[in-house]
């Protein structure tokens, strides 16, 4: 996609289609009131007529308009001006690039910049929208055969009307930053989309290994079995004994940064499947255990995002991965494990995998001797439970970083929601027989498996992102999300102050 900022005027501007906001009760926004005005109150009658009535991500498709040099406008409806928000104003962006799609030009003039909405600049906006219609034209064919194939999205440039120029670099700056983060995403959608028999540890590698490939900033390296054996990651290799995949510990370390900045390293969980192992989940929906490497693949789209950014920061991503498959050699329950911390884990339930192997990459993670840590993971189905799909859980041992990730959140419209880490808590994984169980209980099951990581991440300021809920939609628009590249590259992009 490409993306161009201009400043125009709308009576003048040719193009295959306008796009311009109009409000509830038929207030109309400056273009469209500019628009008005040159085609003799074209809009205005329409607009009385009740085609149209304002209403939140409504559409209607115009052709023929009076004096104008364009082929067709396309009217949205953006709800009562004073109530816009950050999420509507990002659903208009949906409505009209499916609008777009739909009627298949290659080409847009976008003037919904000028939309007010409380405390958001100009390029704030110009990101969201470059993030959000290429987020909507997204599609996963792969798998399909030629004949089953959706052609490609026809529109190929937006152009983003400014209303006020001095604001010109800036803006650019943000299309750009919403390309690459929508670029990441797409990375992250494709990986949780492809199938448990494709997307194996090793293909994760490989992915990784290309993304890396042609940038001398970025080197990735994979470890295999044996290197983990050697390293005594007794907790993660448990999860993988039941599988006929080899599992792989990735690498990716993005050096943008100062030689002696500490780097920022970003854990993600990667079971390509999730069976549950012994203890078996049940059938229904057991296909969407596919989505349990999204945290992985949410670390390869960051790092692709930073990469296309080049940004000034240093970044190391860090996978475990792995399937997590019942056979005769699998673990069982009851089976004690030593980790790379040497501290033991009785597996009262092998479903509880995710933990298991990040707790040996975060033990890892040290290495590199961290600014800050943080795991991304599909953890818990109570963390779905608790907040649904609408925000990413988040918890933490640093107060100040917890907070800094709910603000990028809020600013990159993909929030998380804290939730506690008390001590209180963590009693619930006592074990009998090692120094911890793997799980603890039926009560507050997103927390206690927090409590379990905070056991390993005792060295390190560290925050833990439990995305089950967000990483992918179930039902009819089952598909990855690409979150949260959104929140982590903003994190990031506060980090080294962008
Ligand atoms: N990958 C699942 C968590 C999950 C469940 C993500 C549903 C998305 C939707 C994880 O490995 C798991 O199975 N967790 C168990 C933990 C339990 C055994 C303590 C769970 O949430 O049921
Ligand atoms: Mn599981
Ligand atoms: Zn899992």
């Excluded at 040159?38 to 209403?55: A, C, E, H, Q, V």
């Excluded at 390509?272 to 992985?296: H, L, N, Q, R, W």
């Excluded at 933490?396 to 209180?424: F, I, T, Y």
Aim: proline share 4%.
């Amino acid at each position: 996609m490409d993306f161009k900022i201009i400043n125009s005027i709308i009576g003048k501007q040719r193009s295959a289609c306008l796009i311009v906001g109009v409000h509830e009760a038929g207030k109309l926004s400056t273009s469209a009131k500019h628009l008005d005005k040159t085609s003799r109150s074209y809009i205005s009658k329409i607009l009385k007529k009740g085609d149209i009535k304002g209403k939140r991500g409504e559409t209607l498709l115009l052709h023929t308009i009076p004096n104008s040099d364009a082929e067709r406008i396309l009217l949205v409806g953006c709800g009562k001006e004073d109530e816009l928000n950050d999420q509507q104003f990002r659903k208009i962006t949906t409505a009209v690039t499916n609008e777009l799609d739909k009627i298949g030009v290659k080409e847009a003039v976008n003037y919904l910049g000028e939309l007010k909405i409380k405390g958001r600049d100009l390029p704030w906006k110009i990101r969201q929208m470059s993030e959000a219609s290429c987020d909507a034209l997204y599609r996963f064919e792969e798998m399909k055969s030629k004949a089953h194939q959706r052609p490609a999205a026809s529109l190929k440039k937006v152009s983003f009307h400014i209303p006020d120029t001095a604001n010109r670099a800036n803006c650019r700056e943000a299309a750009k930053t919403g390309l690459a983060i929508a670029n990441g995403m797409a990375i992250t959608k494709d990986l949780g989309n492809l199938p448990g028999n494709v997307c194996t540890p090793t293909y994760l590698a490989n992915k990784a290994k290309a993304i890396g490939k042609g940038n001398s900033k970025l080197k990735v390296s994979v470890l295999d079995e044996k290197q983990m054996t050697a390293l005594k990651m007794g907790s993660f290799l448990s999860v993988t004994r039941g599988s006929r995949q080899p599992a792989k510990l990735i690498t990716l370390d993005y050096r943008g940064g100062k030689k002696n900045e500490k780097p920022i390293v970003l854990v993600g969980k990667g079971v390509t499947f999730d069976s549950g192992g012994v203890s078996i989940k049940p059938s229904p929906t057991m296909d969407e255990m596919k989505y349990d490497m999204c945290g992985a693949a949410s670390v390869l789209g960051v790092i692709a995002t930073i990469s296309e950014l080049k940004l000034p920061v240093n970044v190391v991503g860090v996978v475990p991965a792995c399937e997590n498959m019942p056979d005769g050699d699998a673990s069982k329950p009851g089976d004690v494990v030593t980790s790379m911390s040497g501290q033991t884990i009785e597996i009262l339930n092998t479903d509880a995998e995710g933990r298991l192997i990040l707790c040996d990459a975060l033990t890892y993670s040290g290495r590199f001797k961290p600014e800050v840590v943080i795991d991304i993971a599909t953890l818990t189905g109570a963390c779905v439970m608790a907040l649904g799909s609408h925000a990413t859980g988040v918890l933490g041992n640093d107060d100040d970083l917890v907070d800094e990730l709910l603000l990028a959140g809020k600013n990159s419209n993909d929030r998380c929601w804290q939730l506690p880490l008390w001590e209180e808590y963590d009693a619930q994984l006592k074990s009998n027989f090692a120094d911890m169980a793997n799980i603890g209980g039926r009560e507050s099951g997103t927390i206690t498996a927090a409590c379990f990581l905070a056991r390993f991440t005792k060295d390190y300021t560290w925050a833990h992102l439990d995305i089950a809920g967000t990483a992918w939609h179930s039902g009819a628009k089952k598909g990855g999300t690409g979150r949260p590249v959104p929140l982590l590259t903003q994190y990031i992009l506060d980090r080294c102050g962008k």
